[in-house]
């Protein structure tokens, strides 16, 4: 029977806050009072006592000895204050029923994770409760704190909290795991490929399988340069994961160009990032024709390792290596290095592609 917390965000105004602070007060409630830094606390409590004189306010924060700290918070708990004044450390822990108002001074500092946090302090019981995100009332945010912001108080439905965590990793990024120095699937896939990938994986596992079947294999390429489609150019990430998805079940190189052309169609011309996706996945379907289970292309050639190191034409491939001179070689564990001046990406991505239409024309002869 909870209902949504309605979230407002707006530059500080003094009326604004101390009217939210007594109406709960007289509807026999309380409300948190949240700062980002302990040195806002005392300008803070300040401001409580010149202009809520009326209600009584306990302060907390990270610093305090844990008993003290606990003592603190049991007597809000218990009633006896009207405002617990603190840092974000009542981001998580806490439930507190008759705590249905939120003030969060300074917000633009906190991050969309901790400012969900926060608002998921108040409305644990049946009453409405409001969640109120203050600015600075003349200087400028940023527009990344501005968007935090935005989509908080956009998503104020109940049940929005995967909504909010897809805003988050589409505006921080997800680290390393979509990172240049990142090995895996998931480069070339997109996240929500990975995900279903990991997720049949776990099925496999739990079904007792021992290997993927041989359609669901994917190659591993490491080409040293950023594949990901720009937000700048797609804002919508429904849409750009729907798009790397196509992208990640395409086999035939007609069929990449004419995906290329419908994005160029539908968005307009393509910023570099854009090309660098296509070739690659031009690469990944060569490398799955030529049975590559790992490519690494750097400034001074690349590497390929053969998944279970068989290929459909070992001879003809043989002769392929002993044509190139001493640009290729056969190491001991099997994978074919050819050396090359690839500084530029252009040239690597270029020099990527033509050994891996011979590789992969070699590999459709028969033996």
């Not at 060569?286 to 001074?300: F, P, S, Y």
Request: charged share 25%; with cysteine.
């Amino acid at each position: 029977d909870r209902l949504a917390v309605r979230t407002f965000v707006s530059p500080f105004d003094a009326l604004i806050v101390r009217e939210a602070l007594l109406r709960e007060r007289y509807r026999s409630g309380q409300s948190f009072y949240v700062c980002p830094r302990i040195e806002d606390l005392d300008e803070a409590a300040a401001f409580l006592r010149q202009n809520v004189p009326e209600a009584k306010f306990v302060m907390a924060h990270g610093q305090m000895g844990a008993r003290e700290l606990e003592d603190k918070i049991g007597a809000f708990y218990d009633g006896k204050y009207d405002i617990l004044l603190s840092t974000a450390i009542v981001e998580s822990g806490l439930d507190i029923p008759r705590a249905n108002t939120l003030i969060v001074h300074r917000a633009d500092i906190f991050g969309l994770g901790q400012l969900y946090q926060l608002r998921g302090r108040v409305g644990r019981a049946k009453l409405r409760a409001y969640a109120i995100f203050t600015t600075p009332p003349k200087a400028k945010i940023t527009p990344q704190a501005e968007k935090r912001l935005q989509v908080l108080q956009s998503l104020d439905t109940l049940g929005a909290g995967f909504q909010l965590a897809s805003h988050d990793l589409d505006m921080r990024g997800a680290g390393n795991l979509l990172g240049e120095e990142q090995s895996g699937h998931i480069k070339e896939v997109g996240y929500e490929l990975y995900q279903q990938m990991v997720r049949e994986a776990v099925e496999r596992i739990k079904s007792g399988e021992d290997a993927p079947a041989e359609d669901m294999w994917s190659p591993t390429i490491q080409l040293g340069a950023p594949v990901t489609i720009p937000e700048t150019y797609i804002p919508d990430l429904p849409t750009r994961l729907a798009l790397y998805r196509r992208l990640s079940a395409l086999e035939d190189e007609a069929e990449i160009e004419a995906m290329g052309a419908e994005i160029v169609d539908r968005f307009g011309p393509p910023p570099p990032e854009v090309g660098l996706l296509m070739k690659l996945v031009v690469i990944k379907a060569l490398c799955r024709k030529a049975n590559v289970e790992k490519l690494d292309a750097g400034a001074k050639g690349v590497t390929l390792a053969f998944r279970n190191n068989s290929f459909a034409n070992p001879t003809a491939l043989v002769k392929w290596v002993a044509s190139q001179g001493s640009l290729a070689r056969v190491r001991p564990d099997m994978r074919i290095v050819v050396a090359d001046d690839f500084e530029r990406l252009a040239a690597r991505l270029e020099g990527t592609l033509r050994i891996m239409r011979e590789i992969a024309k070699i590999a459709g002869k028969k033996g």
